[in-house]
C-alpha cells in the first residue's frame, strides 16, 4: 500500500472519513518552502557532524531544489493520502533521489519539524506585518501634516468636548500602530528560537549540534528543553494576541470613519475604489472597506480565543491537537496583511470638509473649558470657574447663541474678572494653539510630533 510513513505497524489502513479527518496537507502546504529550509539546514548538519555523507547531503540538496521548483511552478502533487506538507515533500524527495532522501529523517521528528517551520513563518509574517505598520503610519502622517491645522471638535461620550485639529487625531492611531510594531517586535524575540533537535520529545541519540542548525535558519538560540520545545505554542498565542490588538486598533478607526462619513456628520469622504454603492438604492456611496475591517476583527479575536483554548488541556508532549494551530494563525496572517496593506492605501484616499469639521466645533460650547482656564489665570479656583462657566453655557442655550457670540457685558454677568481679551480665547484657533506642550493638540505641536514619527520612521 502506497503511502503512510508508518503504516507497517498496522493491520488495516484508516478509513477515507478518518485519512480526511486527520489530514492537514490542504492547509499545511503554506509551510512547504520553510519544511524545506529547515530540512536543508537540518541535512547540512547530519553531513557536518558525518551521520550521513556528503554524497547523501549533495542528493538531498538536488532533489529539494527540484521540490522547490516543481511547488513554485504548481505542478507538485500534494496527497491526501500523504497526510501532511512534510511527508508529501519527504515522498517525493525519495523519489527523486532514493535512500538519501529516506536519510533526511535521522535524529528528527515531525514534531520538532513542523515547530520549526511554524517559527519560521510566524518570524516571515512578524516583519512583513511591521513593514506595513510602518506603512499605515506613513501614511498617517502625511494625512496628519496636511490637516496640522485642520480644526474639528474633539469628543468625550460622543459629545462635543474640546476642538482638536484632525492631525491631533490621526497621531493618536500612528502612536496605537506605533506599539503594535514594538509588540510585535517584542514576540519576535520568542519566536526566533530552534525546535529542532528535541526529535519526538525527548531529544536524539545522535550527535546533532543544534546550535549549527540555529545558525543556518537565522534563529538566535534553541529551546532549551526538548519537551517545551515540541509543545510550545505560546510564540503563536502572542503573535495573534498582538495581532488581534491591532485589529482592535483597525476596528475603532473604522468605526470613526463610518461616522465621520455619514452625511449626517460630513467630516470626510472615502474614495470610490474603497466604497460600493447599493443594489437597490442608487444614490448609496457605502464605507464597505472600514465596516469589512471592523467586522473581520471578530475574527482575528475568535482565533486568538481558538488558540488559547488548545492549548489549554494539552498534556506534555506533543499532541495531534496542535495541528489546529495553523487555520488560525494563517487567516489571522491574511487578515492583517490585507488590512493593513488597504488602510495604508486608503489613508491616502480620505478627503477632509473642513468646513464642516468646523462648524461641528462651533455647535456644543467646544471652548467653555478655555473659559474657566482664563477665569483661572485672572485668580478665581478652579471650582468656582468651572460653575460661573457652567451658568454661562446654560444662558447661551436658551439664547441659541455661541459663547463667543455673547457680548462683554452678557459675559460679565457671570463673572467680573471677564475682560475683552476673552474673545481671543473662546475662538477655536486660540483654544488649540493654546494646548501647546508635548502631547497636546496645538498646531506647533502636532508638527513636532510628525518629525519625530518620521525621524524614527527613516531611522
Ligand atoms: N501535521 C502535524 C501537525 O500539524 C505534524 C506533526 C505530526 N506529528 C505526529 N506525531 N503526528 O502538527
Not at 468636548?161 to 490621526?170: D, E, V
Not at 456611496?285 to 481558538?306: F, I, Q, S
Not at 496593506?341 to 455647535?363: E, H
Not at 457670540?405 to 494653539?433: K, Y
Request: glycine share 8%.
Amino acid at each position: 500500500k502506497k503511502g503512510e510513513a508508518w503504516s507497517a505497524r498496522f493491520s488495516e489502513p484508516v478509513s477515507d472519513l478518518v485519512k480526511r479527518y486527520t489530514a492537514s496537507v490542504f492547509f499545511d502546504k503554506r509551510l512547504a518552502l520553510f519544511d524545506i529550509q529547515g530540512s536543508l539546514a537540518h541535512a547540512e548538519m547530519l553531513a557536518a557532524q558525518r551521520i550521513i555523507s556528503a554524497e547523501d547531503r549533495a542528493g538531498i540538496e538536488r532533489g529539494m531544489a527540484q521540490i522547490k521548483g516543481e511547488i513554485e511552478a504548481g505542478s507538485f502533487e500534494w496527497l491526501l493520502d500523504l497526510e501532511d506538507v512534510h511527508l508529501n515533500i519527504e515522498k517525493r524527495l525519495t523519489e527523486l533521489v532514493g535512500d538519501a532522501g529516506k536519510r533526511l529523517h535521522t535524529g528528527r521528528s515531525r514534531n520538532d519539524q513542523v515547530a520549526t517551520d511554524i517559527r519560521l513563518y510566524v518570524r516571515a509574517a512578524i516583519d512583513d506585518i511591521v513593514v506595513l505598520l510602518n506603512g499605515l503610519r506613513a501614511a498617517l502622517t502625511d494625512l496628519a501634516e496636511q490637516n496640522a491645522d485642520t480644526i474639528m471638535p474633539g469628543f468625550t461620550h460622543m459629545q462635543v468636548a474640546q476642538p482638536i485639529t484632525f492631525g491631533h487625531h490621526m497621531l493618536a492611531y500612528v502612536e496605537m500602530f506605533g506599539r503594535d510594531v514594538e509588540r510585535m517586535q517584542d514576540a519576535r524575540k520568542r519566536v526566533n528560537r530552534l525546535p529542532l533537535g528535541a526529535a519526538a520529545l525527548a531529544g536524539t541519540t545522535f550527535p546533532i549540534d543544534r546550535e549549527r542548525v540555529a545558525r543556518t535558519l537565522g534563529f538566535d538560540d534553541v529551546c532549551h528543553n526538548s519537551l517545551d520545545a515540541v509543545s510550545d505554542r505560546d510564540f503563536a498565542i502572542e503573535f495573534c494576541a498582538a495581532g488581534a490588538l491591532i485589529m482592535t486598533h483597525i476596528s475603532r478607526m473604522s468605526e470613526e470613519l463610518v461616522i465621520w462619513m455619514s452625511p449626517r456628520v460630513g467630516f470626510i469622504d472615502i474614495a470610490d475604489r474603497f466604497c460600493t454603492g447599493s443594489s437597490i438604492m442608487p444614490q448609496k456611496k457605502n464605507p464597505d472597506v472600514p465596516e469589512l475591517a471592523r467586522g473581520k476583527t471578530g475574527r482575528v479575536y475568535g482565533h486568538l480565543t481558538g488558540l488559547l483554548t488548545l492549548m489549554k488541556g494539552q498534556p506534555l508532549a506533543y499532541n495531534k491537537d496542535n495541528q489546529e494551530d495553523k487555520e488560525p494563525l494563517f487567516d489571522t496572517v491574511d487578515t492583517l496583511v490585507d488590512t493593513l496593506r488597504i488602510f495604508a492605501d486608503m489613508a491616502g484616499g480620505i478627503t477632509v470638509k473642513p468646513d464642516n469639521m468646523r462648524a461641528a466645533a462651533l455647535q456644543g460650547y467646544a471652548t467653555a473649558t478655555d473659559l474657566a482656564d482664563y477665569l483661572v489665570k485672572k485668580g478665581l479656583p478652579f471650582r468656582d470657574a468651572h460653575e460661573a462657566v457652567a451658568r454661562a453655557v446654560r444662558a447661551c442655550d436658551d439664547l441659541e447663541y455661541d459663547l463667543a457670540e455673547m457680548s462683554l457685558d452678557q459675559l460679565r454677568a457671570f463673572s467680573s474678572l471677564i475682560g475683552d481679551d476673552v474673545f481671543a480665547v473662546l475662538t477655536l484657533e486660540g483654544s488649540v494653539a493654546a494646548r501647546d506642550h508635548v502631547g497636546g493638540t496645538a498646531p506647533r505641536q502636532v508638527r513636532a510630533a510628525i518629525a519625530r514619527v518620521r525621524a524614527q520612521l527613516a531611522g
